[in-house]
């Protein structure tokens, strides 16, 4: 016998759950040009290649579903208190989601030739709303079979008037960065090679479903004379890459990082191709003069005008800050009015980069004076990353899912309008791409391991990748972020009253999944209301 259990989507589901009485009903809410989704738990495990079929009814023109497979990850160490993992469950199971190894509901898997892979069955169920549905409400029966056996859910999904942006116009700003080399490696494909490019395409199409309307090119390479000299720079993979981005349509492309630190708490900048040479001498000025009228160049044959941005250092520190607005002022210098984005992790390089992208820890760290920066007009975006790790909002497979839906909402709340995410295919050396999340790294002589799921949003092997209920979240969150936006023009202290129903800082957040979508549904109607 089937039995099934409806979850919103911000609730984590686990293979060991069990349940007695069946959760067939679930009610949604969704602007036109917008999706929402849902999960189904089953008490069935099954065998490998069960076949699988579902149907829907009352579905309206303007409305569709589609159903996928969702399959569990291992989360084999908890997040620490500050950093990478700890096997001291008590330390952290104030605020973890259960105590590690544990397996946890995230790979979502499409269902295309009809049979599940087998074990503890559980869905996803992804409705999309098109800009010209029937606004209010749709009742809708979702029928699945899985071999001999079916059960159903009712859905009742209420449209609002209000009109969704598409990403490409959205307001709210979200990157997650692709790394080129993971991609070939992955794939058993040469780097620049047509099959490359075909896998690129494929993986950034999925982000621009996932709503990131900005993306960050590769860093051009060197090309160097017979004596090693650097003589060039080739940016043919950036033309190629930024070719696709622009056939998406993408909002914005920007430039790849061309420097670095050693040590976070050395003054010095090296080149990123080139970790011995210092920028600051002659050769250093020589090679920045290079890449920098390499960039002018290509941002004339790709026509990019103001849709290019350039990235310089990822997270200058306050020991080199004074390096980095040096980098800044010769790249304004070289190319003249193009704005600089880059991951901040000190408050006093003001003048220097356009848009401040900052950790939730750093910003709570500096919030006095990164408020009042806000307030004379800078751009704020927030990121998440590896360091540090605790309870802090970030895309980890052991803190409550809400985690990673709120972070732009309380990034709204405090004035920021974009989001980055280092992590969207950051694979570590020896990990299972399909099935381990906690990456292996050397930290300080020793191998550590990044808190579950931190190194990326999707699941990968050679013949494919998949999609997760993290990136599904956080396609639903940068929507939020443009609605709560909207609203925060209108009435700012609607906005940030609803904001603080759920979340009253990086780190202080509610794990119940269904108050959310209750707030949401608030929101939808205070911007009904209010014709927006």
């Known amino acids: 016998m089937m039995k099934i259990q409806a979850f919103d989507i911000n609730t984590w589901l686990f293979p060991s759950t069990n349940f007695s009485v069946e959760q067939r009903d679930i009610s949604l809410d969704s602007v036109r040009n917008a999706d929402v ?6 008490n069935l495990n099954l065998p490998e290649n069960t076949d ?11 409305i569709s579903l589609s159903v996928s497979e969702i399959r569990p990850v291992m989360v084999s160490y908890n997040s620490a208190l500050d950093h990478h993992e700890t096997k001291n469950y008590d330390e952290v199971k104030d605020f973890v989601t259960a105590k590690a190894p544990f397996e946890v509901f995230d790979l979502v898997r499409p269902i295309d030739n ?43 999904l209420k449209v609002y008037n209000t009109v969704l942006k598409d990403a490409a116009d959205s307001v709210y700003s979200m990157t997650h960065w692709i790394y080129p080399d993971t991609v070939a490696k992955i794939h058993n494909v040469n780097r620049f090679s047509e099959e490359y490019y075909a896998w690129f395409e494929k993986y950034l199409a999925d982000q621009l479903d996932m709503r990131n309307n900005y993306f960050q090119l590769p860093t051009a390479i060197p090309v160097k004379d017979e004596e090693g000299r650097i003589i060039d720079f080739d940016f043919s993979e950036c033309d190629r890459i930024a070719q696709i981005c622009l056939k998406l349509g993408f909002k914005v492309i920007y ?20 970790m011995d040479q210092l920028i600051e001498t002659n050769e250093g000025y020589r090679q920045l003069k290079l890449y920098f009228n390499g960039v002018k160049s290509f941002i004339e044959r790709n026509a990019l005008g103001d849709r290019y941005m350039q990235g310089l250092v990822d997270e200058p520190q306050v020991p080199n800050s004074l390096a980095y607005k040096a980098l800044c002022c010769t790249f304004r210098t070289i190319v003249p009015g193009v704005k600089i984005l880059d991951p901040i992790e000190t408050p006093n390089i003001t003048g220097s980069c356009d848009i401040w992208c900052v950790k939730q820890a750093v910003y709570d760290k500096y919030k006095e004076q990164f408020d009042e920066l806000i307030e004379m007009g800078e751009e704020f975006w927030v990121y998440s990353c590896g360091f ?43 990990m299972d791409t399909m099935y381990e999340t906690n990456g292996p790294v050397k930290f300080r002589g020793e191998t550590r391991y990044f808190p579950a799921g931190n190194h990326g949003l999707i699941y990968a092997r ?4 998949f999609s997760s209920v993290r990136s599904n979240v956080q396609r639903l969150a940068a929507a939020d972020a443009e609605l709560l936006l909207r609203l925060r023009r209108l009435d700012k202290k609607q906005c940030d009253d609803l904001i603080l ?6 780190k ?25």
């Not at 989704?37 to 089953?42: A, H, I, K, N, R």
């Not at 430039?255 to 080139?274: A, I």
């Open 37 to 42: 989704c849902f999960q189904v738990l089953t």
């Open 508 to 532: 202080t957040y509610t794990p119940d999944g269904a108050l959310v979508e209750r707030v949401r549904k608030l929101l939808f109607e205070a911007l009904d209301k209010l014709g927006a």
């Open 501 to 506: 129903l759920c979340c009253s800082d990086f």
């Open 462 to 465: 050679e013949d494919a990748f």
């Open 388 to 430: 540090p790790a605790y309870k802090w909002m970030n895309h980890v497979l052991d803190l409550p899912l809400t985690a990673t839906r709120l972070i732009t909402w309380m990034g709204v709340y405090y004035g920021i309008v974009g989001f980055l995410h280092y992590g969207y295919n950051s694979f570590h050396d020896g």
């Open 255 to 274: 430039g790849g990082f061309v420097s670095h630190f050693k040590h976070w708490n050395e003054p010095d900048y090296y080149f990123v191709w080139d």
């Open 52 to 62: 699988f079929s579902y149907t829907a009814e009352g579905l309206e023109e303007g």
């Open 114 to 156: 009809g049979k599940l892979l087998g074990g503890r069955t559980a869905f996803i169920v992804r409705i999309d709303v098109k800009k010209d549905a029937p606004v209010g409400e749709h009742f809708i029966r979702i029928t699945f079979k899985c071999g001999a056996v079916s059960s159903y859910a009712n859905l009742t």
